[in-house]
Every structure is written in C-alpha cells, then in structure tokens.
C-alpha cells in the first residue's frame, strides 16, 4: 500500500503542472487525497496503478490542451472508474469541487458497458453508443480523446486488436473529431490508422516527406518571403508559415488521382493568421487576399469562402489555390487567431467565446443524428450508411422566398428542402420554383438558390423518392409515411375482404388467408391485403381461390385489366343502366369519401363517372379510362353518374403528355421553356429517348383542369419539330 502512496504524488504533480487555474490550492489537496484514497481502495497492483495514471494524464492533456475542456471534463475522467467501482460518490465530487459530472459520468459509464461486451462498432449496440453520445457533447470528445491516447500507445497492444481500433478510427472517431471541429486531432487518427492498417505505404510517404524536406522548405521560404513584406505594409500583427498536408490526406490524393507521390503537387499550405480584435476579422482576411492575389496569379474554382458562412462544425477561414513560383500550385490559407484556435480545438473554442458564435450548428446535427437513433426501422448496414452520410455531409446554403437561410448538406435536392421546413410539405410536394423557375422535386440545390416549394393535395411519397432525397432526415420521413400508407391500404383491404365475406356468407379465417397469400406469391398478409385495397387483386377471383383452397389445385379466376396501351379510344362504353343520382364534385361535397382513379387520372373538366367501391367511398374515373368496360359490363349497379362543380381553384393534378417529334438541337428546351412561361402549369418530370432521328418523350405536368391543359397540347404541337402529341393514361 506504501507504494501507492510514494508514487501517486509525482504523477499527480504532471497533473496539475501547467494547469494551476484549473482548481483551486483547496481543491487539489481534495484531488490528491481522494486520488489516493480511492486507489487505495482498489484491487489494482502499484504497476497497475501506475499505468492508470499514466494514462489518465495523458486523456486529461488531450481534453485541456488540445480539446479545449475543463474541470468537469478532467473530474469525470479521474474519478468515473472509482463511482463504477462503488468507491466514491457522484455527489460527493459534485459537492467537492462544485461542478456537475453525472450526465457526462452517466454517458462514460453506459459507453464503458457496451465496450465491455466485446462490441463491434458495426452492430446494432452501435446505435446505443451513439445515442450515449449524442446526450452530452463532452462525452462525445471525452470518447474522442480517449481514442486519441489509445491510438498514441497502440504498439503496446496485440497486432489483431491493433487493426480492429485502427479501423474504428477511420470509420468512426476521425469523421467525429472532424464533425467537432478538431481537425488537428483528426489528421492524427487518421495518420495513426494508416500507420497500423497499412504499414510500409504509411512509411514510404513518410520517408519521401522527410527526403523533400529540405527542398519543400526552400520552396516555402521562396514564396513567403515577397508575401511578408506587403503583409507587413497592414500594419498590424501576424505569422506565416508552410504546413505539411497529412500522411493520410497525401494516401488518399494518390489513391483518387491514381499517381504517385512525385506527381502530387499540392503537399503543402502557407497558412497566413492575423492577431485582430474581432471586428476587423473579415475586412482584414479580405485585404490579405487581394494581396496574394496581386502577388500570384489565383484559381477561381478554388477560392472557398468561410468567412461569410462557416462550416457546421464551427471552421472559418478563407481559402485559396495560387500559381507560385516554378509554376507550382500552392494553397493559401487565411485566418485569424480566433477562427485558427477554432480550427484546432473545434466546437469547445466556441465555449471560449462564448456570445461571439452560436451552437446552433451543432444542436441541429444532434438533433439529426437522434432522429436517425430514433428509426427503428433501418438495420445495422443501413444504420451505419445513414450515420456516416451524416458524418462527412458538406453545406449548400439556400433561402427562402422570405430570405431564411436554410443549410442542408451538399447534393441535397428540392425534396429534401422541403421535408427539412416541415414533413407535411415534403409528403405534398410535386416541384419547387427556384429563383423563379419550376424545377422538378429531384432538383440539386446549389449555393444562393431561392427556393419557393409547390404542393399538391392528392401527392403521396412513393418508393422511388428514397432515390431523390440524401438527407437522413428526409429518408426516414418517407419511410415512416410509405410505412402509414402501406398500413393503411392493409387495413382497408382486410376490411373490404372482411365485408365482401360477410354478405357472400363465408366463414372469415386469418389462418387460410394467410395460407393462400403466400400460395399467391406474396411476402406477407399485408401485402396481399394492400393489393386488394388498391383493386389490383378482384375479390371474386380470391373469393374463388379460398374456396378451393384445399383442393389439389388452386383454379385462379383474376379479373385481366387492360393496360392504357392496349386500349382502343372508339371503343369507349355507353353508359345505358345507371343511377339516376349524379354525383356533383367539388370542394363543397361532403359525407361521401371519393378518390380520383390512378388508372386514368382524370383532372378538372374531363368527362368522368363514379365507382362506388365495396368499403363506400367512390372512385371517379375518366369515361375513357381502359377499364371502364369491365366495369360497367359486370358492376353496372355500382355505377355513378358524376359531374364537376364550381371552378378549378387552388388544386393541381398530375397528368402525362406523349411527345413524339424530330431530334433536333434545342427541340426539348424550347418545349420545356413553353411550359415554364404558362401561369397555370408546372413541369413535374421529363424523360426524353432518341432513335433514327426521332425523340420520344413523357411530359408529367401538373394542371389545374382540362381546359389548360388542351391549351398547353396545341401550343405544343406548333413548336417546330413536334409530330404528335398526346395524353397517356398512366403517369
């Protein structure tokens, strides 16, 4: 026990060295006796102990130095293995030293746990440790640095254990230091990785850094020193100086450009750091700038402003790529002390300044990563894709009509815009008008867009949008509504099956049902009673079907619908037996549940009839709809009569244009730029194929009624080129 004491004292006094302000003369004697009490108290052997400390000291210089953390962060570490152990209180450390440690002890432990079990960070218990982080920052940068330490001392550990944490920084710790804003410790994770996964290309870089020293920094000294001078002329403090680009960042170079280390020309950055009061920031940055603009010649592509709008993670700084001497390309980086500590020490710089910068940033990525935590439906592959998108996402800034500036992240689309207002909107939403111009909802917002977004109220999320949208955000919002709708539609198809049972008096069994679902090649139940509520399966033909369904052979009688190319326009039905009721529709109609058919989509002003379905709502269908044949011929009792009432206002409807014209140069623009100048008509999709000459193309246009869009169809076919024009049934 002597031992324990005689070599706590000198690792307690690296503890504190450097860091006096931390605690008070008081508060370290505390430290240093309830260090020695609880180690005491432990089952830990004085070598162990002595690597404890060791390592505990090395946690708390990354937090302090290089995070930028403070007493409740170095409490939490000192002390969370002994509050495990039931050796010390969180109240008591609490009451100590006055600080709040058990939301980041809390999180430590639950972290600690999971670790424990031998857990692959790629399993679903990922999913937990991430929520363990999302509650407490800090806990996320006390994880941060921990890996930091580990990583540091990895040639101590066994070589397959070596590769397994090696990996878990790249995939995982290094995109979260970057997240935070701690690009130095990133670079180092990453380097550390690639020292361990991938050892000899990790030392061949290094050797050739090493070989091109002492050229690299002549070359440096060559072009700073013109650059000083002028810099000197502003009158106010500053330092200049050339930094090596990372091991890692020069691999992957190699790897994307598929070259060699000689061919890789930018491996270094001047980065130039000013000493101003924070008003003068931006004014100054700019004037620099110009300076080294005027002195080499600047790539435009290259300029990456982030003094304006900072990066999410809390980076500022003004970036350049300029022809230097030997006509070499050379990044210039520009930068404050404020923004360049920022750049360091990532979000935790922001606590330092405090009032000068918001957290909105990163409260805005919690709350995205939570909703992903939050999916239950996404399993660990898509878990892990959705997480890490989230990760490595870069900003497009856009604003509303009214000038809100909204930040999604890069290839973002109008989809996503909208479900990132509200997730009533993206559900509605058919287009968006971007600085004045319709643009289809796949459309990929770019920097400086106005974005006003279009809505219909017959549109539903479908399947393919998943496709449209990267935003986490908006993916799992469509997959919740695809969820309601496919719910829904089972629920009302069991029902009318239920129903249809009842009044042809047959016995209802979930068990048989289920047994002829799967006879018929479906997956599951639900998705056999989705297909009867979308009337893609006739109840008769089920009813049929249960009925035999113990026989040897299974005599399916499915109703045939006719495709809308199949269908013949002077073979349209006469409708002789129908209800003398005529349905009147519009907005005033109520108690009676009517929905417009998919299969023909019929707008405002066309020629339409009802169906009354078998759980009571109506569908409307156009009198030339494909199947309005059969189903006069065998439901003619349940034809409706139907009318459109009052004025088509406010309402869009979907409708699909066949094109069919000469493949000549500008033929598809000046079609699209027709339709963009008509008031009443949005552009919602468009598919062009060519061959022999001839283009054929699908228009998807939303309406407001008939008269409209007839207008649009001769308007079309006056354009020169254009054959044929036609309105297809199915869009």
Not at 117 to 145: C, G, P, Y
Not at 445 to 465: F, M, R, Y
Request: with cysteine.
């Amino acid at each position: 026990m002597s031992k324990t004491f005689i070599t706590l004292p000198a690792h307690y006094k690296l503890l504190v060295k450097g860091n006096e302000m931390l605690f008070s003369s008081l508060e370290r004697k505390e430290l240093r006796r309830l260090l020695r009490t609880c180690y005491a108290s432990s089952a830990l052997s004085p070598e162990a102990i002595e690597a404890d400390i060791h390592k505990k000291i090395a946690i708390v210089n990354a937090l302090l130095h290089e995070v930028g953390l403070g007493k409740a962060a170095v409490l939490s570490v000192l002390f969370q293995d002994f509050i495990t152990a039931n050796l010390l209180s969180i109240d008591r450390v609490e009451k100590t030293f006055s600080s709040n440690i058990s939301s980041i002890t809390h999180g430590l432990m639950r972290v600690r746990e999971l670790y424990e079990r031998n857990t692959s960070l790629e399993t679903e218990n990922f999913r937990k440790l991430l929520l363990t982080f999302a509650q407490d920052i800090r806990v996320i940068l006390i994880i941060i640095a921990t890996q930091l330490q580990r990583m540091r001392m990895l040639d101590s550990e066994p070589e397959a254990q070596r590769l397994q944490v090696a990996r878990e920084s790249t995939f995982l710790y290094a995109p979260l230091a970057h997240r935070m804003g701690l690009y130095k410790i990133k670079t180092e994770l990453e380097d550390l990785s690639l020292k361990h996964t991938n050892r000899d290309i990790y030392k061949g870089i290094a050797e050739k850094i090493n070989e091109t020293k002492r050229s690299r920094d002549a070359y440096i000294f060559e072009f700073i020193s013109p650059l000083k001078e002028k810099l000197a002329e502003l009158g106010v403090e500053f330092s200049i100086k050339g930094r090596t680009k990372s091991i890692h960042s020069i691999y992957n170079k190699i790897k994307k450009q598929n070259t060699t280390f000689e061919n890789i020309y930018d491996l270094f950055a001047i980065r130039i750091i000013f000493d101003v009061p924070l008003e003068k920031e931006k004014a100054l940055c700019w004037q620099a700038y110009s300076i080294v603009a005027d002195m080499y010649q600047p790539n435009p592509k290259r300029l990456r402003d982030w003094l304006s709008i900072p990066k999410s993670n809390g980076y500022e700084s003004l970036h350049t790529t300029v022809l230097g001497p030997q006509n070499k390309w050379v990044e210039v980086q520009i930068r404050t002390v404020r923004m360049d500590e920022v750049a360091e020490k990532g979000l935790a710089a922001h606590w330092k300044y405090k009032g000068i910068k918001s957290e909105n940033g990163m409260d805005e990525w919690l709350k995205n990563i939570r909703e992903i935590l939050e999916n239950p439906e996404l399993n660990a592959v898509d878990f892990m894709d959705e997480f890490k998108l989230n990760l490595y996402d870069k900003e497009v800034f856009v604003f509303t009509p009214n000038g809100d500036l909204h930040k999604l992240p890069k290839g973002a689309t109008a989809l996503d815009f909208a479900f990132s207002i509200h997730s009533a909107l993206g559900s509605k939403c058919v287009g968006a008008k971007v600085n004045g111009k319709n643009m289809p909802i796949k459309y990929e917002l770019a920097n400086g867009d106005q974005i006003e977004v279009l809505t219909s109220p017959i549109q539903k999320p479908n399947a393919s949008w998943l496709q449209l949208v990267t935003t986490s955000r908006a993916k799992n919002k469509i997959r919740q509504a695809l969820k309601e709708i496919e719910y829904k539609d089972a629920e009302m198809g069991r029902e009318t099956l239920l129903r249809r049972f009842k009044n042809w008096k047959i016995d209802f069994d979930d068990g048989k049902i289920s047994r002829l679902a799967k006879k018929k090649g479906y997956k599951t139940v639900s998705d056999f009673y989705q297909e009867i509520a979308r009337e893609k399966l006739d109840a008769l033909a089920v009813r049929d079907a249960y009925v035999d369904l113990d026989k040897k052979e299974l005599n399916s009688d499915n109703v045939e619908l006719r495709s809308a190319e199949s269908f013949s326009a002077d073979k349209q039905p006469k409708f002789e037996n129908t209800k003398e009721d005529v349905l009147i529709i519009g907005e005033d109609l109520k108690h009676v549940d009517f929905k417009l058919s998919k299969c023909c989509n019929p707008i405002f002003g066309d020629d339409v009839f009802g169906f009354v379905a078998v759980n009571g709502g109506i569908k409307i269908h156009r009198a030339d709809c494909p199947n309005a044949p059969q189903l006069i011929e065998r439901f003619n009792y349940r034809i409706v009569k139907a009318v459109w009432s009052g004025k088509a206002i406010g309402s869009q409807y979907p409708i699909t244009l066949r094109i069919v014209g000469n493949d000549d140069i500008g033929i598809v623009t000046n079609i699209t730029s027709l339709i963009s100048k008509e008031k009443n008509i949005t552009l919602r999709s468009i598919s062009i194929d060519t061959n022999a000459g001839l283009f054929q193309g699908n228009l998807t246009l939303m309406v407001s009624e008939n008269k409209d869009l007839e207008l649009i169809i001769k308007k079309i076919k006056l354009i020169k080129g254009v054959k044929n024009v036609s309105r297809s049934l199915i869009i």
